[in-house]
């Protein structure tokens, strides 16, 4: 089984500075890893995704985030921030075939003016 | 190409009654995630459907709630004899049932039980 610790419930930061979303997984088999956004009162939006190759995965918006496989951690980043990035994120997690995604409990980014 | 839709957006049911909630998946997709979410929580998993075929619903309560996915039409999430503790924001995604399984999520049905 997976499972998916998102050790910040609540990060604030200030407009323009830059912001790391931890996220940490165990998986007995290779995974795929996701991040999604969601928006007051909206579905999930795919961030990012890392499937293989390359351990730094660049997405929408200005994210980005890196696999790392010895400490079994996929934090996003973002250089500087914005507004409009207020949301909460999750990470998330995928065993190859056909097996169920395990999300984290999320985080909520809070830009402060 | 239209997302994922789901209906209703919003639904009011009295104590006892039942829910439907619909999910139309993204076209050529054949496989259906639903999940639940609760103020102030994440998503907690709950069904996971092809065509005609349960994958896992590992997560269901065990009574009062089911879901299928037909042949022709929109998965439905079906909730029997409403509690209070059903009030939830319920989203429905879809995949192609690829490996790399991107989901696709609906903007979801909230649920309010009086």
């Known amino acids: 089984a997976q499972s998916v610790t998102q050790l910040d419930s609540q990060v604030p930061v200030f407009e323009e500075a830059p912001v790391e979303l931890r996220c940490n997984y165990s998986?007995?088999?290779?995974?795929?890893l996701f991040w999604y956004v969601q928006y007051p009162n909206q579905g999930l939006q795919l961030l990012l995704k890392?499937?293989?190759?390359?351990?730094l995965v660049k997405g929408i918006n200005g994210f980005e985030a890196e696999f790392n496989k010895s400490q079994t951690s996929f934090h996003l980043r973002k250089p500087s921030v914005h507004i409009s990035d207020t949301a909460e994120y999750f990470c998330?997690?995928?065993?190859?075939?056909?097996?169920?995604?395990?999300f984290g409990t999320g985080t909520k980014l809070q830009v402060i003016p | 190409n239209a997302g994922v839709m789901q209906n209703p957006r919003h639904l009011v049911r009295r104590r006892g009654q039942e829910a439907r909630l619909r999910c139309s998946p993204m076209?050529?997709?054949?496989?259906v995630y639903w999940y639940r979410q609760l103020p102030e929580e994440g998503l907690k998993f709950m069904v996971y459907l092809q065509k005609e075929n349960i994958i896992d619903e590992s997560g269901m309560p065990k009574e009062r709630f089911s879901a299928e996915f037909p042949k022709e039409g929109p998965s439905i999430l079906r909730i029997q004899q409403v509690v209070r503790g059903d009030s939830a924001a319920y989203f429905c995604a879809s995949t192609t049932g690829t490996s790399d399984e991107t989901q696709y999520f609906g903007p979801g049905t909230r649920l309010l039980v009086l």
């Open positions: 890392y499937l293989s190759g390359s351990t």
């Open positions: 998986s007995s088999v290779s995974v795929y």
């Open positions: 076209k050529g997709h054949s496989h």
């Open positions: 998330a997690v995928k065993p190859g075939g056909y097996q169920k995604v395990t």
